[in-house]
């Protein structure tokens, strides 16, 4: 089985992790396919919304620190993670979440991409970016001030606070909370209804709501540069090692 699921029913195209084995951790060629998929949708009549979901229990723990560290390293670039980031704000089409279980890191700020998201009660969000060694991505920095204020934003996004389905709710990164199982169902339906809309408004109001991806793509660019810098330090790599290494202790 592939580790990432491309689909489609009716309209609406679904991207899905399956690699559970590794609590659904992106990889390189992962991103990559998400970022084809989110960008051959803006010119894709036949898909009008995107819906991303995990598996059981699972929605993904993040970028794969084996990755990260291949970037540490220096031998690699992360050029495929910041497609995807850049195709994320880039999107024309509605993007929607169901989010099952854990939400780490890139899992957490893929949501604040998105137009509508759901989450079971036994979702949970954090990014765990500064205990890392990390600062910010996907344009987060920007981003989630405004969906839920600074405070709110510093203490996902600086702190590092796990947050439970409730308190994200609260915060407004989350529409909903729906049973697991009935998420799925239920985010599917919210998308057919949306790709039920006529087409060219919903374009349009997309693009309002969206108010143009420059500041963002701009914000990306500079936090990725950051971020690229960081992997490389040694705070980074030892948070690496340190998880690497945690089933030895
Ligand atoms: N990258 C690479 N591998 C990962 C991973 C990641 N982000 N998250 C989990 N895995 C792997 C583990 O190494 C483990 O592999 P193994 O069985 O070969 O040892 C497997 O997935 C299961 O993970 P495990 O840690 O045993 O599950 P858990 O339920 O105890 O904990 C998490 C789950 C998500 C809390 C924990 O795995 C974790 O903290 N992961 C790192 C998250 C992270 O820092 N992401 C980057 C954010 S920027």
Known sequence: MPDIEIGRE???????FNRPEKKNAITRAMYREMADALNEANDDDDVAATLIMGTAGIFTSGNDLADFMAVAAGGEQANDVHDYLQAMANAKKPFIAAVDGLAVGVGTTTLMHCDLVYASPQAWFQTPFL??????EAGSSLIASRIMGHQMAYELLVLG??????????AGLINTIVDAGKLEAHAMEQAQRLAAKP???LALSHGLMRN??????ERIRHEGQMFADRLKSDEARAAFMAFMNRKRA
């Open 10 to 16: 009716g309209r609406v195209q679904t991207i899905r």
């Open 161 to 170: 606070e796990r947050w439970t389905a409730e308190r994200a709710e609260r």
């Open 131 to 136: 205990d890392l060694g990390l600062v910010p």
């Open 212 to 217: 143009g991806p420059e500041e963002i793509v």
């Open 199 to 201: 087409p060219q408004a």
